[in-house]
């Protein structure tokens, strides 16, 4: 029987403290990943992009609530839990788009993660499989 490990959401190291201490409990991310489901489990790492290895493994976290929507779409109460350069709809497509040096329009879908903290860290961890970015 093969050990299934659960996805990877990596943070930037500017939302690290934000994570720990509880004040990050959303993360807007571009809509084209996989799907993601109210009490889906997943690890919570921070680093940066392009080095996976050096990604450290916060806390493992649980989904409260999912959504995929155009940018238009977004309602104030969806941020609740951001980082406070990301709290207001409308810079939404600012902040989600230089994250991921693009352009977001009106119709650009995202995704919005709100998540709980899980107690402990993973157990098993392979880092080196893809993030969900």
């Not at 050096?54 to 929507?69: G, Q, S, W």
């Not at 402990?120 to 970015?133: C, M, N, Q, V």
């Amino acid at each position: 029987m093969a050990l299934t490990m659960p996805p990877t959401y990596n943070f930037l190291p500017i939302y690290r403290e934000a994570l720990l201490d509880g004040t990050k409990t959303t993360t807007v991310r571009l809509g084209d990943g996989p799907d993601v489901k109210v009490d889906d489990i997943f690890n919570v790492t921070c680093g940066w992009a392009d080095d996976a290895d050096a990604r450290e493994l916060l806390f493992v976290a649980k989904v409260t609530y999912a959504a995929t929507k155009k940018v238009a779409s977004i309602q104030s109460r969806e941020l609740a839990g951001e980082t406070p350069d990301c709290r207001r709809c409308k810079a939404v497509p600012f902040v989600v788009g230089a994250l991921y040096h693009r352009v977001l329009t009106p119709d650009t879908l995202i995704r919005i993660v709100q998540f709980e903290r899980v107690d402990g860290k993973a157990t098993t961890s392979d880092l080196s499989e893809d993030p969900i970015e």
